[in-house]
Protein backbone atom coordinates (compact mmCIF):
# COMPACT_ATOMS: atom_id res chain seq x y z
CA UNK A 1 0.00 0.00 0.00
CA UNK A 2 1.52 3.29 -0.74
CA UNK A 3 1.45 5.63 1.96
CA UNK A 4 2.79 9.56 2.20
CA UNK A 5 2.56 10.88 5.57
CA UNK A 6 3.72 14.87 6.26
CA UNK A 7 4.65 16.04 9.27
CA UNK A 8 5.98 19.01 10.84
CA UNK A 9 3.35 21.50 10.21
CA UNK A 10 2.14 24.17 13.01
CA UNK A 11 1.60 27.75 14.15
CA UNK A 12 4.51 29.70 13.38
CA UNK A 13 4.74 33.29 13.70
CA UNK A 14 6.02 35.35 10.20
CA UNK A 15 9.92 35.45 9.19
CA UNK A 16 10.31 32.31 11.57
CA UNK A 17 11.35 28.76 9.68
CA UNK A 18 9.56 25.74 9.39
CA UNK A 19 10.81 22.32 7.97
CA UNK A 20 8.65 19.72 6.48
CA UNK A 21 8.93 16.18 6.40
CA UNK A 22 7.21 13.56 3.82
CA UNK A 23 7.64 10.29 4.82
CA UNK A 24 6.90 7.63 2.11
CA UNK A 25 6.33 4.19 1.58
CA UNK A 26 4.58 1.02 -0.81
CA UNK A 27 6.36 2.57 -4.63
CA UNK A 28 10.07 3.19 -5.91
CA UNK A 29 10.80 6.53 -4.17
CA UNK A 30 14.45 6.92 -5.68
CA UNK A 31 13.20 6.82 -8.85
CA UNK A 32 10.23 9.15 -7.96
CA UNK A 33 10.12 13.22 -9.06
CA UNK A 34 8.65 14.45 -6.04
CA UNK A 35 6.37 17.27 -5.52
CA UNK A 36 4.78 19.82 -2.94
CA UNK A 37 1.47 21.16 -3.57
CA UNK A 38 -0.06 23.24 -0.95
CA UNK A 39 -4.14 24.52 -0.78
CA UNK A 40 -5.02 27.46 0.56
CA UNK A 41 -7.99 28.52 3.35
CA UNK A 42 -10.03 28.96 0.11
CA UNK A 43 -9.30 25.56 -1.07
CA UNK A 44 -7.33 26.66 -4.16
CA UNK A 45 -4.43 24.36 -4.93
CA UNK A 46 -1.11 25.54 -5.21
CA UNK A 47 1.98 23.70 -6.76
CA UNK A 48 4.96 25.08 -5.05
CA UNK A 49 8.19 22.90 -5.68
CA UNK A 50 9.43 19.79 -7.35
CA UNK A 51 12.95 17.47 -6.33
CA UNK A 52 13.58 15.15 -9.82
CA UNK A 53 15.72 11.74 -8.85
CA UNK A 54 19.18 11.04 -8.72
CA UNK A 55 19.53 10.24 -12.26
CA UNK A 56 18.01 13.84 -13.16
CA UNK A 57 20.97 14.99 -10.63
CA UNK A 58 17.86 16.02 -8.36
CA UNK A 59 17.14 19.10 -10.08
CA UNK A 60 15.25 21.32 -8.60
CA UNK A 61 12.28 23.98 -9.46
CA UNK A 62 9.91 26.27 -7.28
CA UNK A 63 7.03 28.38 -8.13
CA UNK A 64 8.26 32.12 -8.36
CA UNK A 65 6.14 33.22 -5.00
CA UNK A 66 8.50 30.71 -2.95
CA UNK A 67 11.78 30.92 -4.62
CA UNK A 68 14.73 31.69 -2.60
CA UNK A 69 12.48 31.07 0.30
CA UNK A 70 11.65 27.52 0.34
CA UNK A 71 14.30 24.64 -0.23
CA UNK A 72 12.88 21.07 -1.37
CA UNK A 73 15.21 18.31 -0.86
CA UNK A 74 15.27 14.53 -0.27
CA UNK A 75 16.97 11.54 1.15
CA UNK A 76 16.14 8.41 -0.95
CA UNK A 77 17.89 6.32 1.86
CA UNK A 78 14.78 6.97 4.30
CA UNK A 79 12.44 7.40 1.36
CA UNK A 80 11.61 10.98 2.51
CA UNK A 81 11.31 14.43 1.07
CA UNK A 82 12.03 17.43 3.13
CA UNK A 83 10.40 21.20 2.62
CA UNK A 84 12.69 23.99 4.13
CA UNK A 85 10.43 26.99 4.43
CA UNK A 86 11.99 30.49 5.78
CA UNK A 87 11.17 33.61 6.00
CA UNK A 88 7.44 32.79 6.39
CA UNK A 89 4.65 34.85 5.65
CA UNK A 90 1.08 35.16 6.33
CA UNK A 91 0.32 33.90 2.44
CA UNK A 92 1.83 31.00 3.27
CA UNK A 93 -0.50 29.76 5.32
CA UNK A 94 -2.06 26.63 4.09
CA UNK A 95 -1.63 23.00 4.25
CA UNK A 96 0.96 21.36 2.59
CA UNK A 97 1.04 18.29 0.44
CA UNK A 98 3.35 15.68 -0.78
CA UNK A 99 2.98 14.27 -4.10
CA UNK A 100 4.37 11.40 -5.89
CA UNK A 101 4.38 12.92 -9.70
CA UNK A 102 0.70 13.95 -8.97
CA UNK A 103 -0.42 10.26 -8.32
CA UNK A 104 -0.26 9.53 -4.54
CA UNK A 105 -0.89 12.36 -2.39
CA UNK A 106 -0.42 12.45 1.22
CA UNK A 107 -2.97 13.58 4.17
CA UNK A 108 -1.38 17.31 4.48
CA UNK A 109 -0.08 19.04 7.06
CA UNK A 110 -1.18 22.58 8.36
CA UNK A 111 0.86 25.62 8.58
CA UNK A 112 -0.57 28.77 9.95
CA UNK A 113 1.48 31.56 9.80
CA UNK A 114 0.50 34.43 12.39
CA UNK A 115 1.76 36.53 14.55
CA UNK B 1 1.67 30.19 -16.67
CA UNK B 2 -0.98 27.78 -17.99
CA UNK B 3 -4.47 29.34 -16.87
CA UNK B 4 -6.76 26.48 -15.97
CA UNK B 5 -11.08 27.27 -16.24
CA UNK B 6 -13.71 25.11 -14.47
CA UNK B 7 -16.99 25.67 -15.00
CA UNK B 8 -19.72 25.16 -13.33
CA UNK B 9 -18.24 26.61 -10.26
CA UNK B 10 -20.93 23.77 -7.80
CA UNK B 11 -23.14 20.69 -9.80
CA UNK B 12 -26.38 19.66 -7.72
CA UNK B 13 -27.14 15.85 -9.16
CA UNK B 14 -29.94 13.59 -8.39
CA UNK B 15 -28.58 9.91 -7.20
CA UNK B 16 -28.32 7.78 -10.48
CA UNK B 17 -28.13 10.91 -12.60
CA UNK B 18 -25.35 11.92 -14.60
CA UNK B 19 -22.83 15.05 -13.89
CA UNK B 20 -20.78 16.71 -16.51
CA UNK B 21 -17.45 19.29 -15.47
CA UNK B 22 -15.27 21.50 -17.90
CA UNK B 23 -11.86 22.91 -17.84
CA UNK B 24 -10.32 24.76 -20.56
CA UNK B 25 -6.53 25.08 -20.33
CA UNK B 26 -4.71 28.88 -21.58
CA UNK B 27 -2.89 26.78 -23.56
CA UNK B 28 -2.57 23.03 -25.64
CA UNK B 29 -1.88 20.41 -23.44
CA UNK B 30 -0.82 17.74 -25.76
CA UNK B 31 2.95 17.21 -25.89
CA UNK B 32 4.76 16.21 -28.94
CA UNK B 33 4.87 12.83 -27.54
CA UNK B 34 1.14 12.99 -28.23
CA UNK B 35 0.50 12.92 -24.10
CA UNK B 36 -2.50 15.45 -23.09
CA UNK B 37 -1.52 16.55 -19.39
CA UNK B 38 -4.37 16.93 -17.92
CA UNK B 39 -5.70 15.08 -14.52
CA UNK B 40 -8.24 15.48 -12.82
CA UNK B 41 -8.93 14.84 -8.79
CA UNK B 42 -11.54 14.58 -6.28
CA UNK B 43 -11.26 15.91 -3.07
CA UNK B 44 -13.62 14.49 -0.78
CA UNK B 45 -14.16 16.65 2.48
CA UNK B 46 -11.84 16.55 4.96
CA UNK B 47 -9.39 14.39 2.52
CA UNK B 48 -6.69 14.87 0.37
CA UNK B 49 -7.11 15.13 -3.24
CA UNK B 50 -7.25 11.78 -4.98
CA UNK B 51 -6.47 10.58 -8.35
CA UNK B 52 -9.42 10.08 -10.90
CA UNK B 53 -8.00 10.04 -14.25
CA UNK B 54 -4.37 11.06 -15.45
CA UNK B 55 -3.30 11.86 -19.15
CA UNK B 56 -6.88 13.40 -19.89
CA UNK B 57 -8.76 9.90 -20.38
CA UNK B 58 -6.72 7.31 -18.39
CA UNK B 59 -8.34 5.89 -15.70
CA UNK B 60 -6.69 6.11 -12.30
CA UNK B 61 -6.18 2.82 -10.09
CA UNK B 62 -9.38 1.69 -8.33
CA UNK B 63 -11.49 4.66 -9.71
CA UNK B 64 -15.24 3.35 -10.23
CA UNK B 65 -15.39 3.42 -14.37
CA UNK B 66 -18.26 5.60 -14.06
CA UNK B 67 -15.80 8.12 -14.18
CA UNK B 68 -14.33 9.10 -18.02
CA UNK B 69 -12.40 12.12 -19.16
CA UNK B 70 -12.14 13.41 -23.07
CA UNK B 71 -10.88 16.11 -24.31
CA UNK B 72 -9.13 18.09 -26.90
CA UNK B 73 -5.85 20.06 -26.57
CA UNK B 74 -7.19 22.86 -24.54
CA UNK B 75 -11.05 21.71 -23.55
CA UNK B 76 -11.37 18.91 -21.26
CA UNK B 77 -14.71 16.99 -20.31
CA UNK B 78 -15.17 14.39 -16.76
CA UNK B 79 -18.08 12.52 -17.24
CA UNK B 80 -19.72 10.97 -13.99
CA UNK B 81 -22.58 8.60 -14.86
CA UNK B 82 -24.90 7.27 -12.24
CA UNK B 83 -23.32 9.66 -9.55
CA UNK B 84 -23.68 8.21 -5.97
CA UNK B 85 -23.67 9.65 -2.33
CA UNK B 86 -19.38 8.74 -2.70
CA UNK B 87 -18.82 11.04 -5.03
CA UNK B 88 -19.55 14.31 -3.56
CA UNK B 89 -17.13 16.49 -3.05
CA UNK B 90 -14.93 19.15 -5.37
CA UNK B 91 -13.35 18.07 -7.91
CA UNK B 92 -10.33 19.87 -9.62
CA UNK B 93 -8.73 19.66 -12.76
CA UNK B 94 -4.83 20.35 -13.03
CA UNK B 95 -2.18 19.83 -15.77
CA UNK B 96 1.08 18.49 -15.16
CA UNK B 97 2.12 19.47 -18.46
CA UNK B 98 4.69 21.91 -17.17
CA UNK B 99 6.17 23.81 -13.87
CA UNK B 100 4.48 25.45 -11.96
CA UNK B 101 1.31 22.79 -12.31
CA UNK B 102 -1.86 24.26 -12.35
CA UNK B 103 -5.67 23.68 -11.35
CA UNK B 104 -8.85 24.31 -11.75
CA UNK B 105 -10.49 26.51 -9.16
CA UNK B 106 -12.34 23.57 -8.39
CA UNK B 107 -16.12 22.51 -8.99
CA UNK B 108 -18.48 21.48 -6.17
CA UNK B 109 -20.22 18.61 -6.54
CA UNK B 110 -23.46 17.75 -3.95
CA UNK B 111 -26.64 15.86 -4.18
CA UNK B 112 -30.10 16.91 -4.52
Known amino acids: EVQLVETGGGLVQPGKSLKLTCATS????????MHWVRQSPEKRLEWIAR??????????DYVESVKGRFTISRDDSKSSVYLQMNSLKEEDTATYYC??????WGQGTLVTVSS | DIVMTQAPLSVSVTPGESASISCRSS???????????VYWYLQKPGKSPQLLIY???NLASGVPDRFSGSGSETDFTLKISRVEAEDVGIYYCGQLLENPWTFGGGTKLELK
Open chain 2, 27 to 37: KSLLHSNGITY
Open chain 1, 51 to 60: IKDKSNNYAT
Open chain 1, 26 to 33: GFTFSTAW
Open chain 1, 99 to 104: TAAGAY
Open chain 2, 55 to 57: RMS
